[in-house]
Structures are given as structure tokens and as C-alpha cells.
């Protein structure tokens, strides 16, 4: 076959598209790593007709730290509070993936008040997550009370974690065959306050934006990702189940106790940026609704089964995977002899997902690249790790 | 309670000098000049505080609290801060045009408050056709914006100027035709005139007068002017989240400053012609029982303008921290299909109000 030269405009690296046949000039805009609206360090480079999205262009790699090349020099429990520093807004999901993948290798069981206690923070830790994408959400559109707003409902969240792991942010808190320590005594009592406190919140945020026109009016409509495309794209999470995909791995496949407590998984209808904001509104009142019968039966008797002096994996490849706010975070071990992998690959759902930004954006304005964003959720360490 | 009779003392004063050669008319120029822009000067500083202050509050926090008692004095610092600050001019930026762009918004401000009574007394200029005059300087501000990104050779800011191009331009036909709604139903251009006609009771202000007209008209001037002003939730010529800071991303120290100024003393502008037009400029909220009047009338007319402006200004800040930003193509929906007809009715019915005399005694 003969090589052509391309004889169109030529475009930066990663454009796709072939030139449209429009009389006016396209242009391109770099957004980012420095952008009060990337979430971080994500570079998007946009081609626009006007104030028209033409393609949409993102690049990785400004906060990569090799964390998967750094866990083949490390014990198996030295890796895990690093898997706190990829998804750092879900770090409870994180070490729980890997717990998961651990004990399964090991056969490790984890007594009730352990799977317990794993459900209460993990639930809450989701709930966490959501308040801080309501939080974003809102001050992407413009209303920059919700930033705030949503930061002190979650702040009451961030203080329980900090009575019960002593961090606030990168937890390190789940260990193989429970977590590090028990929990305080009175720990059910505060989750129960702290319940109080989010449901009181939740409904001012749904007098503060959820009810408000503006809100309707730009985020109805955009960005809409069909069914059959978020499942091509691996999308997970909110951005598959926006998208009327009923997959949630606490239903589909539960860990842990899961199948014990009463919870639906909300769906969308019209896979756009408003049914994506209303499923993580309700996933937080699902959340709230598990919390309740977790603490109604919080059992007693030991947080962990027998620590061992050392884990070590069989030789062979194991796996762990947990619903988190985002969709499937998974862990895959290649094991070998002695106490470091031989190599670890994550699933993060925030890079799946981000694959979706292209097609959902094509044809909206920049203003509704900002929402799409903000309702795919991102966390950019998560896709760079 | 007739203020038709009061005279303007500081002006009459300085012409009774004597002075020579025509001096009192330049004398009474610059004392002018130099009231406003204290005006606007210090107005501005204060309201940067303010709305700092009412976001705080709003959004369950302190606000600046380190700088003066509650933090008063944290916005001059920050324009001490902006004045020392080195002044950036980006590459192949219109050099001449870059630096007048940040200047004009805030001679807007200026041009606008010479005409507005703030006292029975206190007025810059008086000119007959006060609410044209207001009606053409309104545009000197979107030109400074639109100037300002173009110079800039930067696409955020081409975008964010384009933006606020479209937007304030729309939205000053709406501005317009609200404020000839009001020529039409007081019968003057005069702006001192205009507050005159509202002598009376609270009920006799253009808002309530024409009943149900007045208050319709005013409800869309604070959401026209809004727009106008390019603040929140209008704000998408700067808008953050999407353009960076739009127009003003390349502007540094005080060309940052005076456009931020001018956003505030166009707010002060803008609430001073809503409280001239609507609420009866500096007439006091008379009841209509004699003794409770008396005292009413006893506080100085400046007082009850800068009372009313201030009510104007915190509804300002209140929907700003309230509302998220509609998108670019809604926001000129929003003027061309609703707005627009909706005011031209409204104008039409002003006519049809004021021909069969329709309006409360």
C-alpha cells in the first residue's frame, strides 16, 4: 500500500477526526494540567469550532508514580498503603481490593464484626466520595456555595474515619483477615450522629441545586452515553449504571455481607450528565439505608482473624475486585516465592471512564465539557498511579 | 416635605465666591470629579469586603478576619498589593489597546454616578436627557471588555470576550427598554425630576405606582442588569470553571485591579439607577401618618439612597453565591426569546397604563 501525506491541516497527536467540511476555522485550546476545572493534573486538549466541541483529546501522566512498578519491590502489606494514594477519595475501597485478592490467595477469613466494620467504613467512605462529587459538581456549574457545603457534610465523615484510623485522607486502614485495630467503643453511636448529620445535608443540597432550573437546563441532555457504548468503553460505576447498565458488584457479585442488607441500585434512563448526578444523590441515601441496619446489628467478638508474621502468596494469580463510588477497582497479583509480588496490575475506574469524555462530548459547548466532566467523576492519580 | 425648593448648596457656594475668569465652573468640575471617584474608590474596596463577607456567610465560613477588626481592611491591602505588583504584558499583545482596555469599564462606573442623585442636594450633573445619557454609557464598559480580550492574544481571553460581547450587548436592550418604560410612565428623563415624581408614600415609588407593571419591570431590571454587569450567575465572559478567568486571564496587578474595581463600582452604578428609577432615590419610605413621617424625613436623603442601594447590592451577592451559571447559547436565550418580548410588552403596557390612567393616585 502506497503512504499518503496527509494533506489536511495537520493536527497534534491523538486527533482522530478527519476535518470537518465547515467554512470556519477550528482551532485548538490546551486545558490544562493547570485548569480550575480538570480535577487536578489532567490535560485536555480540545478542538473546537467556536464554542462547539469538535474532539476531545486527554492526556495522562503528569502525577504518575509508578506505584505498580514500586509494589514488585515491596512486601505484600508494605503495597497496600500505597494503593491509598491512587483513588484517594475511595483509599477504604483500595485496600480493600487487595485484602480481598489476599485472603482469597491465602484463605485468610475475616470474623463478622471485621466484615462489619468493613461495610460501615466502605459505605461510608462512598458516601464521602459523593459529597465531595456534589461538592465539584456544583462549583463546576458555577454555584460555588456547593464546594463548600458539600466539604462540611463530608467533614463530618473525614472526622469519624480520623476517630477510627487515625488519618483522614489515606486511610491504610483494612488489613488481611479484618482491619488494624477495632473500632471505638462507641462507634456505632457516631455513625448513627454522623448519619443524621448527611441526611439533613442531603436534603438542603436538594433544595440548593438539585431542585434549581439552572441545574436541570445544563446537565438534561448532555452528554448522553448510550447503553451499548458504556459497556464497549468499560465504563463502571455511575457513568454504566447513568446509562440504564444494572451492574453493581455488591449486587452482581458480593463481597463480603453485602447480600445480607437491604439496598437498591439506582439506574438512569437517558445515560446523561443529569441522571449521573441524581444516581450518586440516591446512591448516598442507599448507603445511609445500609449504614442504619449495620449498626443495628454491629456484632461484638474479634476485628481480625490471626495476623501472620509474613504473607506469602502462592505461587499463581489472584484477584480481588470492590464496587467503589467510582465503578470496579480490582486488584490482579502475579505471585511468586516470598513475600513480594511478582507483579500488580490495578483496574481504576476512573481511567475506564474517562475513555467515555470523547464521545459523550462531541457537539456540546465547553461549558458542558466542564459538567460531563464533573459527572464521570475523575480522580486523575487514580488514572495515572 | 417639598424638596423642589432646596437649591444645590455646595455648588451655589463655590459660584458665590466671585472667583475670576469662569474659575467657580472648573472648581465645580473637579470637586465633582473628585467626590465620585472617592465614591467609587472607596465604595468598591468596601464591597470587595462585603461580598467576601456575605460569601462567608453564605457558605458557612469566616471570611478574611486578620487584617483590621473582621478583616476590614483586608481589601486595601490587597490593592496595595495589586498597585506593587509588576504588570505583565503577554506577547504580541496589542500594547496601546491592552492598556486602555482596563480603564474604560471603570470610567463607565464614573460616567453613570455623575448623573445619579444621591441627595436632594447632591448631584454631579443634572443633564435633561439623563436616561439616555445612562443608557449610552452603559456601552463604554462592554467596549472595555470586549478590547481587553481581544488585546490580549490569548484564546481564553478571545473567548471570554467574545462571550461577554454578545451578552452585555443583548442584555443592554433589555436595560434600555426597562429604563424607557420608566421615561414613559414618569414622563422625564431628568433623573432628579424622576425622583421627584415619586414624592408621596412608599406607594408612590414607580415600583408599586403602576400597579403590578412597576414591580414586574423592576424584577426584570435586577435580572437584566445582572447580566449586564457580568456578574454571577451571568458571569460567563470570566466564567472560571470553563474559560479560566476570560477576559482578564492575562491581566496582572492593576490592570487585574481596575477591572475588578469597575466590576464593583458598576454594581454601585447599577443598584443607584435601580433605587433612582424604582425605589424613590433618596425620598424616604414615607407611610402616609404625619408623625412617623416627620422623623423619616428628618434622616438625610443620602442616607435612605445609600440604604436602598446597599438593600440592592446584598440581593446582588445573594443570588451570586446561590445560583449555578447557565450555559453561553441559554443566557442568550434567555434575553432574545423571553426577556426581550417580555419588555417590550411590558413597555406597551406602560403606554396603554399611563393613556387610560391607570395608576394608583
Known amino acids: ?385 | 416635605m417639598d424638596y423642589i425648593q432646596t437649591t444645590n448648596f455646595i455648588g451655589d457656594w463655590v459660584r458665590g465666591l466671585g472667583l475670576p475668569w469662569g474659575l467657580d465652573r472648573a472648581v465645580n468640575g473637579i470637586l465633582g470629579a473628585l467626590t465620585i471617584a472617592g465614591v467609587v474608590m472607596a465604595g468598591a474596596t468596601l464591597l470587595v469586603w462585603v461580598e467576601r463577607k456575605v460569601s462567608a456567610l453564605i457558605q458557612s465560613r469566616l471570611g478574611p478576619m486578620r487584617v483590621g477588626p473582621w478583616g476590614i481592611l483586608q481589601s486595601v491591602a490587597d490593592i496595595l498589593k495589586l498597585l506593587v505588583k509588576e504588570i505583565l504584558v503577554p506577547n504580541g499583545a496589542d500594547r496601546l489597546v491592552y492598556f486602555l482596555a482596563p480603564m474604560l469599564p471603570l470610567t463607565a462606573a464614573f460616567m453613570v454616578l455623575a448623573v445619579i442623585p444621591f441627595g436632594p442636594t447632591l448631584q454631579v450633573a443634572n443633564p435633561d436627557l439623563g436616561v439616555p445619557y445612562l443608557i449610552a454609557m452603559g456601552g463604554i464598559g462592554v467596549l472595555g471588555i470586549l478590547i481587553g480580550g481581544w488585546a490580549s492574544n490569548n484564546k481564553f481571553s478571545l473567548l471570554g470576550s467574545l462571550r461577554s460581547g454578545a451578552q452585555m450587548v443583548s442584555y443592554e436592550i433589555s436595560v434600555a427598554v426597562i429604563l424607557l418604560f420608566i421615561t414613559l410612565v414618569s414622563g422625564t428623563t431628568d433623573l432628579r425630576t424622576l425622583v421627584l415624581t415619586q414624592q408621596g408614600t412608599v406607594l408612590d415609588w414607580w415600583v408599586f405606582k403602576v400597579p403590578g407593571l412597576g414591580l414586574a419591570a423592576f424584577v426584570l431590571y435586577l435580572i437584566s442588569s445582572t447580566a449586564e454587569l457580568n456578574r454571577a450567575p451571568f458571569d460567563i465572559a470570566e466564567a472560571e470553571q470553563e474559560i479560566a478567568a476570560g477576559y482578564h486571564t492575562e491581566y496582572s496587578g492593576m490592570g487585574f485591579a481596575m477591572f475588578f474595581l469597575a466590576e464593583y463600582g458598576n454594581l454601585i452604578a447599577s443598584a443607584g439607577v435601580a433605587a433612582t428609577c424604582f425605589l424613590g432615590g433618596f425620598l424616604p419610605p414615607a407611610i402616609g401618618v404625619p408623625a412617623v413621617d416627620r422623623a423619616l424625613f428628618a434622616v438625610p436623603g443620602l442616607v435612605w439612597f445609600a440604604l436602598k442601594v446597599a438593600a440592592l447590592i446584598l440581593g446582588y451577592m445573594w443570588f451570586r453565591w446561590t445560583f449555578p451559571r447557565p450555559r453561553v447559547d441559554q443566557l442568550m436565550a434567555l434575553e432574545w426569546k423571553f426577556l426581550l418580548p417580555v419588555n417590550l410588552g411590558l413597555l406597551s403596557l406602560g403606554a396603554l397604563f399611563t393613556a387610560m390612567g391607570w395608576v394608583l393616585p
Open chain 1, 1 to 385: 500500500m502506497e503512504l499518503v501525506p496527509a494533506t489536511d491541516q495537520a493536527l497534534p497527536p491523538g486527533f482522530l477526526t478527519a476535518r470537518s467540511g465547515r467554512a470556519t476555522e477550528e482551532y485548538f485550546i490546551n486545558m490544562g494540567p493547570q485548569h480550575p476545572s480538570t480535577h487536578g493534573v489532567l490535560r485536555l486538549v480540545l478542538r473546537l469550532d467556536g464554542e462547539t466541541v469538535v474532539e476531545v483529546v486527554p492526556h495522562l501522566g503528569y502525577i504518575h508514580r509508578g506505584i505498580e512498578k514500586q509494589a514488585e519491590a515491596q512486601t505484600y502489606l508494605q503495597y497496600l498503603h500505597l494503593t491509598d494514594r491512587m483513588d484517594y477519595l475511595s483509599s477504604h475501597h483500595n485496600n480493600h481490593a487487595v485484602c480481598l485478592a489476599i485472603e482469597k490467595a491465602m484463605g485468610i477469613g475475616v470474623p463478622e464484626r471485621g466484615e462489619y466494620i468493613r461495610i460501615i467504613v466502605d459505605e461510608l467512605q462512598r458516601i464521602q466520595s459523593h459529597l465531595v462529587f456534589f461538592a465539584c459538581f456544583g462549583a463546576d456549574l458555577g454555584a460555588l456555595t456547593c464546594i463548600l457545603q458539600g466539604f462540611k457534610a463530608r467533614e463530618y465523615i473525614t472526622d469519624l474515619f480520623d476517630a477510627v484510623c487515625g488519618s483522614r485522607l489515606t486511610m491504610n486502614f483494612f488489613r488481611p483477615g479484618g482491619s488494624v485495630r477495632d473500632v471505638p467503643e462507641d462507634f456505632t453511636d457516631r455513625v448513627r450522629a454522623v448519619c443524621g448529620k448527611v441526611d439533613a445535608m442531603l436534603a438542603e443540597f436538594d433544595r440548593l441545586l438539585t431542585g434549581n432550573l439552572i441545574t436541570k437546563e445544563r446537565a438534561r441532555g448532555i452528554g448522553v452515553l448510550p447503553r451499548a457504548e458504556a459497556i464497549a468503553l468499560g465504563c463502571t460505576g455511575p457513568v454504566l449504571r447513568g446509562s440504564g447498565v444494572d451492574f453493581d458488584l455488591r449486587k452482581k457479585a458480593p463481597y463480603g455481607y453485602y447480600d445480607r442488607f437491604e439496598f437498591s441500585v439506582p439506574l438512569g434512563e437517558a445515560g446523561d450528565s443529569w441522571d449521573r448526578y441524581l444516581i450518586r444523590m440516591e446512591e448516598m441515601r442507599q448507603s445511609l439505608r445500609i449504614l442504619e441496619q449495620a449498626c443495628r446489628s454491629f456484632p461484638g467478638g474479634p476485628y481480625r482473624s490471626k495476623e501472620k508474621p509474613a504473607y506469602r502468596l502462592p505461587t499463581g494469580t489472584w484477584f480481588g475486585a470492590v464496587e467503589t463510588p467510582r465503578g470496579v477497582f480490582s486488584t490482579w497479583i502475579v505471585a511468586e516465592k516470598g513475600e513480594k509480588p511478582w507483579r500488580i496490575h490495578s483496574r481504576s475506574p476512573s481511567l475506564a471512564n474517562l475513555a467515555a469524555l470523547n464521545p459523550m462530548c462531541v457537539g456540546h459547548k465547553i461549558a458542558d465539557l466542564i459538567t460531563i466532566l464533573a459527572t464521570i467523576d475523575p480522580v486523575i492519580p487514580d488514572m495515572d498511579r
